[in-house]
Nanobody
């Protein structure tokens, strides 16, 4: 079992930055592929970024490529999402997700993940 808790959301102006953090419980964090998803108001939850269990592979949605960076700290059981140059369309509830992974691949599909956090709100004001 993996429990996820996101933090770091808040209100930021267009062009600003935020760093989301996801803390995890359990002894299997280093065996989990991790991902960030987001759900804008009135829309479906969508993929943002993913990282393999070692951190050696990452993948991004086209909409955030070059602006967002996913990283992980397997010693402290945390995964991060650094968000720069924020745009109004980045406003959403952001969710951390985890899945136990036998390989070192990334997972980009929502259905691939077994564990989810409660989400953290990111609001971008213009």
């Amino acid at each position: 079992q993996v429990q996820l808790v996101e933090s770091g959301g808040g209100l930021v102006q267009v062009g600003g930055s935020l760093r989301l953090s996801c803390s995890t419980s359990g002894r299997t964090f280093s065996s989990c592929a991790m991902g960030w998803f987001r759900q804008p108001p009135g829309k479906e939850r969508e993929f943002v970024a993913a990282i393999s269990r070692s951190g050696g592979s990452t993948y991004y949605a086209d909409s955030v490529k070059g602006r967002f960076t996913i990283s992980r700290d397997n010693t402290n059981n945390r995964v991060y999402l650094q968000m720069n140059s924020l745009k109004p369309e980045d406003m959403a509830v952001y969710y951390c997700a985890a899945v136990w992974s036998w390989d070192d691949a990334v997972r980009t599909r929502r259905s691939s993940y077994d564990y989810w956090g409660q989400g953290t709100q990111v609001t971008v004001s213009s």
